[in-house]
């Protein structure tokens, strides 16, 4: 059975960056790409970010494009989103998912269906 466990959210102000980690247990981890979703309150869930299961690549939503960064340590069976100039709109719930195993590593999967583990998501509060 595949544990997702996210950390690092809180509260920080507007222009303030945060880095939410994502340690991954169950599944060989280095063998399935990861991704970032978030949902605001009373909004569907978003896709953040994702990388490849090799971390060669990145793909990003247009909204936090130039500010978020996603990152994988496979030794450490983690993934990281760094998240710089944080703007209000940012604050939601943030979760983590691992990718269905036959994504292959020239793809960043973007879509929920795409995943099949969840974390169970870590608060990010922005205020202005």
């Known amino acids: 059975q595949v544990q997702l466990v996210e950390s690092g959210g809180g509260l920080v102000q507007a222009g303030g960056s945060l880095r939410l980690s994502c340690a991954a247990s169950?599944?060989?981890?280095?063998?399935?790409?990861m991704g970032w979703f978030r949902q605001a309150p009373g909004k569907e869930r978003d896709f953040v970010a994702s990388?490849?299961?090799?971390?060669?690549?990145?793909f990003y939503a247009d909204s936090v494009k130039g500010r978020f960064a996603i990152s994988r340590d496979n030794a450490k069976n983690t993934v990281y989103l760094q998240m710089n100039s944080l703007k209000p709109e940012d604050t939601a719930v943030y979760y983590c998912?691992?990718?269905?195993?036959?994504?292959?590593?020239?793809?960043?999967?973007?879509?929920?269906?795409?995943?099949?583990?969840w974390g169970q998501g870590t608060q990010v509060t922005v205020s202005s």
């Open positions: 998912a691992l990718a269905r195993s036959y994504i292959s590593d020239n793809y960043t999967p973007r879509l929920s269906g795409e995943y099949d583990y």
């Open positions: 990388i490849t299961r090799s971390g060669f690549s990145r």
């Open positions: 169950g599944r060989t981890f280095s063998s399935s790409a």
